[in-house]
């Protein structure tokens, strides 16, 4: 069963604005981390938060997870075009099988 | 190898062959997912393999998929009887334990 679940489903903006998406999620968990794919195939990493960190940066990036809430959210700030792409979040459940489970994406578009 | 590979990029069967994915996982890393995503879809999880453990089978959909990695190094993921419903892009991703998943560049399948 899916672990995250990632929202919106699609998020269209301009470019320089900020771009926010979420994730929840419904079990503990070890960590939590969010991947982008551009059009085409491969994932690419971007942040890891662990269970016990509450905010993350990175760059333009800043990941916040609220274990109270089992919710995570990446904000991307001043968005360029190039930032178009899927952004997915994926779960490390704590306790368990360590397999990484992903949510369906969030869809962002950059308008230039 | 510097990254994941998957082998082969592309691949085009006909309905009931069956067919083989290869992936080469980064050296050293003890964990190896295989996941299956449909066009404009999320990651499906197939199965994953730790280390020595029995690989964790919960994603597979059905008994005409089966997965092998051996030497804890080298994985395939074989698909009997291929049908049409079996078609999507393929990804691999290796990890430390519980760490930073890094994906291969994935292999289409085409079923007609």
């Known amino acids: 069963s899916q672990q995250g679940e990632e929202d919106p489903q699609a998020l269209s903006i301009q470019e320089g604005e900020n771009a926010t998406m979420n994730c929840s999620y419904k079990t503990s968990i070890n960590n939590l981390q969010w991947y982008r794919q551009n059009s085409g195939r491969g994932l690419v990493h971007l942040i890891l938060i662990r269970s016990n960190e509450r905010e993350k940066h990175s760059g333009r990036l800043r990941v916040t997870l609220d274990t109270s809430k089992k919710s995570s959210s990446l904000l991307i700030t001043a968005s360029r075009a190039a930032d178009t792409a899927s952004y997915f979040c994926?779960?490390?459940?704590?306790?368990?099988?360590?397999?990484?489970?992903f949510g369906k994406g969030t869809k962002l578009t950059v308008n230039p | 190898g510097a990254g994941v590979s998957q082998s082969p990029s592309n691949k085009v069967t006909e309905k009931g062959k069956d067919v083989e994915l290869r992936c080469d996982p980064i050296?050293?890393?003890?964990?190896l997912y295989w996941y299956r995503q449909s066009l404009g879809q999320g990651l499906e999880f197939l199965i994953y393999f730790q280390g020595n453990s029995a690989p964790d089978k919960s994603g597979l959909p059905s008994d005409r998929f089966s997965a092998e990695r051996t030497g804890g190094s080298v994985s395939t993921l074989t698909i009997q009887r291929t049908q049409q419903e079996d078609s999507a892009v393929y990804l691999c991703?290796?990890?430390?334990?519980?760490?930073?998943?890094?994906f291969g560049p994935g292999t289409r399948l085409t079923v007609l």
């Open positions: 994926a779960t490390v459940r704590a306790g368990g099988s360590e397999k990484l489970v």
């Open positions: 050296s050293g890393h003890t964990a």
């Open positions: 991703a290796s990890s430390p334990v519980g760490g930073q998943g890094t």
